[in-house]
């Protein structure tokens, strides 16, 4: 480190050396219940998220998220365009969840279900074991080629991370078209997944727990979203300090030989808690910003406990209140907040759902003059239509003027046919006699149906010149006698 920079009084973050320079993590694995927990939902959630975008439920992906056309598929239900309303309220259930979950449980979603962790702690980082050994272990002879075949199987693993990833937004079909077609044939494509692939070697190979530590938002608002009461990884501070590796025991007493001895708390220092974090941090310090929640300090701390004959839980799930012998509060006021807004948000969801028919009609006036007048005398107004589909069957719209009697659409139009969860639009006259504008114009009403269970009568202002009954004049009253 240069002289002339100053060096911190305390590290500023757990992946910075002191001179700025990347602390690389390398953690130790640590066997344990809660590992072996983790990995089951680790297997268990990779098979879900690669599989998402391939299984059918009424006919679509299980999850589409459609961003060129604006169409967000889950679980069978797709919210079009003009679902901004519903949408809006799918996503405060989103958030509400999120911050329910994360008062209650801490950060379970981040070291137990996160795809950051579940890829880097469950797939990369065996690889990267398996091909160069863990910490403490031997290395392994010939560690280049060794080092080469581990990122050959890096690559494999991130362009189908990159093929799952583009699967959510494209369609996995699409994205196999892409994968496996000439790069000729559509450059762009083959752009894409190249720079998605990239980006996955990136984030997995080289950036990993800097994505937890200070890229992603979620971290950064724990200290909103948790409070003293939250379940969160803790060190029982009151059972482990003073901390020290020569100890008298705790079952000596003051006759004992080695008496000269300190009575010290559990915690024998043996650092392996902070060799194993994936994050690089020392729980012992306190509950801090880069604590993913993943448990595995704990099974290291109960491996050291169990072998020097201590209670097992001097790292434990708790909360600050508990772990401080305050009294733990189940109930708070944003455990009975959030679920109570998630209801509201929920019932007025459905409620927009269940008032949703199955199409939607827009219809306005073309650009242009309000009316013209046709060689037969007639006046038309050049309006336009909009419909989308929400069903599932490509559907067949009429288009019929229902009230004054005399008005009509234009022939040939008035029928118009929209694919299944698409929008469609036509331009339509609408005719009628000039006497009817007595006063320049008149309330018509278009009705909108597609034969079936969908009917809708929307009313318009039709415009017309102002017609004026031909007054007949004593002159021409008299020579027609
Ligand atoms: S693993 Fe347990 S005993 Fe070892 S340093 Fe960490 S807290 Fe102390
Ligand atoms: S402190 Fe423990 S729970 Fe937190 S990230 Fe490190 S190992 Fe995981």
């Known amino acids: 480190m240069s002289e002339s920079l100053l060096k911190p009084n305390e590290r500023v973050l757990s992946t910075l050396n002191d001179d700025g320079s990347r602390r690389w993590i390398r953690p130790r694995l640590s066997p344990g219940k809660f590992l072996n927990w983790r990995r089951a939902v680790a297997y268990f959630l990779i098979a879900t998220y690669s599989l998402l975008p391939f299984i059918p439920i009424n006919g679509k992906p299980a999850m589409l998220l459609d961003i060129r056309t604006r169409e967000f598929t889950f ?41 950051q962790t579940v890829y880097m702690e469950f797939l990369y ?19 280049g ?93 009151s059972r482990g300090e003073p901390r020290g ?33 994936p994050t690089g941090i020392d729980i012992r310090m306190g509950p801090q910003l880069e604590c993913i929640g993943c448990a595995q300090c704990i099974d290291a701390c109960n491996t050291i406990m169990d072998k020097i004959g201590r209670p097992r839980g001097l790292i434990r799930y708790s909360s600050e209140n508990a772990v401080r012998g305050n009294v733990r509060h189940l109930i708070r006021p944003r455990i009975l907040v959030y679920p109570a807004i998630l209801l509201l948000v929920f019932a007025g969801f459905l409620y927009v759902l269940s008032t949703k028919g199955t199409s939607e009609v827009w219809i306005g006036r073309e ?38 009697a005399g008005v009509h659409v234009g022939d040939g139009y008035g029928i118009l046919t929209v694919e299944p969860g698409k929008e469609g639009s036509q331009k339509f006259p609408i005719v009628a006699d000039p006497q009817v504008f007595t006063s320049g114009q008149i309330e018509i009403t278009i009705n909108i149906s597609d034969g079936q269970e969908f009917s809708k009568d929307m009313v318009f202002e039709m415009k017309g010149p102002k017609y004026r009954e031909p007054t007949i004049t004593p002159e021409e009253s008299n020579s027609d006698g």
């Open 367 to 404: 650009a242009g003059l309000p009316f013209y007048t046709l060689p037969s005398g007639e006046i038309t107004n050049q309006l336009r239509t909009r419909i989308t589909n929400r069903s599932e069957e490509p559907t067949e719209y009429t288009l019929s003027i229902t009230d004054p």
């Open 145 to 237: 080629l060794r080092r080469v075949l581990m990122y050959i199987a890096y690559f494999a693993i991130s362009l189908h991370l990159a093929q799952t990833f583009l699967s959510y937004f494209v369609g996995a079909s699409t994205v196999n078209d892409w994968i496996f077609g000439s790069p000729f044939n559509h450059p762009v494509a083959f752009l894409i997944v190249a720079v998605t692939t990239g980006l996955m070697m990136f984030d997995f190979a080289f950036f990993r727990e800097q994505v937890c530590c200070v890229v992603c938002p979620y971290a950064r608002m724990q200290g909103a979203l948790t409070d003293q009461d939250s379940l969160i990884v803790t060190y029982d501070q």
């Open 245 to 277: 590796k020569k100890r008298r025991k705790p079952t000596q007493d003051a006759d004992s030989s080695d008496v000269s001895l300190p009575v010290l708390g559990d915690c024998i220092d043996c650092t392996m808690c902070v060799q194993t974090c």
């Open 125 to 143: 980082r065996p690889i990267e074991r398996l091909f160069i050994g863990g910490p403490g272990r031997k290395k392994p002879k010939n560690i």
């Open 75 to 115: 679980f069978g239900k797709t919210f079009l365009p003009t679902d901004t309303l519903l949408f809006g309220l799918f996503m405060i259930m989103v958030f509400f969840t999120i911050f329910l979950v994360t008062a209650l449980f801490g950060r379970v979603w981040c070291g137990w279900m996160c795809p």
